[in-house]
């Protein structure tokens, strides 16, 4: 990979860029066609450029900075624990990308993240993998969700009732949302006080009669900080109400 566009990207990145037009405005500056060992170049070039790289070596520099980052937090910034699974859709080209199946007249992939939450203001990317759109979220657990002693968070579209039973056996913990349509058997009902920000704590089973945990988990009943009403289940038994709420909310 040319160093000189290796470091156009980093500009971009902490520039805050959208595009490569605007790798190309910034080429403009003096200043940093010293920096680089560049004259103005077009996006048109920068495109060309773009699609001689290797996919493989961005994953490679992805993975580096992340370690780096993290390895020089320190220790006591990892007390909590806490890794966020997500995933955001990219939209393509039917005609170009045939075989990122989506829909009818797009096509597209899904990109899923594993986020290392270090405080409120620093959250680091960890770990990365790429699916078509259409693929189920949930099929790339194995792939993010692994470290016993870790809490990991993630939205509805990641339930599966195998892999959860699986976690409580291996003591890996997670924090998620319920479905609306989710089947749920209430087996405990817990003390609530009066000023909670918590309506309801239970410990329940959920899981249809065909695939219905064997595990008991922790379900509780908040708002988010837009006033939805929230059905969170977890397997850290441990963990204050106020605690298993703010994990999960915006």
Known sequence: ????????????????????????????CEDLQRELGLTSISAAQLSRKHKQVDPEILRQVFEQLAKL??????????????????????????QKFK?????KTKAGIKIHMRLCFL?????????????????????????????????YVFDRGY?????????????????TRL????????LKELVIPDDSVVSADWHVRIGSQQKKM?????????????????????????LSKQYVRDATDP
């Open 1 to 28: 990979m040319n160093l000189q566009l290796f470091l156009s990207y980093l500009q971009k990145q902490l520039q805050g860029r959208e595009g490569l037009r605007h790798i190309a405005d910034d080429l403009l």
């Open 69 to 94: 980052a993290l390895s020089r937090r320190g220790t006591s910034a990892h007390r909590y624990k806490i890794k966020i699974i997500d995933s955001t859709t990219v939209t393509l080209c039917l």
């Open 99 to 103: 075989w990122a199946e989506f829909r």
């Open 119 to 151: 405080s409120e203001q620093d959250v680091i990317p960890e770990k990365a993998t790429v699916t078509v759109a259409k693929k189920n979220d949930r099929t790339q657990l194995d792939e993010l969700v692994h470290e016993p002693g870790v809490t």
């Open 159 to 175: 339930i599966d009732y195998a892999a959860f039973d699986r976690y409580c056996r291996d003591g890996i913990w997670f924090v």
């Open 179 to 186: 479905k609306s349509n989710t089947h749920i058997e209430p």
């Open 214 to 238: 064997k595990s008991v988990l922790r379900m509780v009943q908040t708002h988010d900080s837009e006033g939805n009403l929230l059905f969170l289940v977890t397997n850290r038994f441990d």
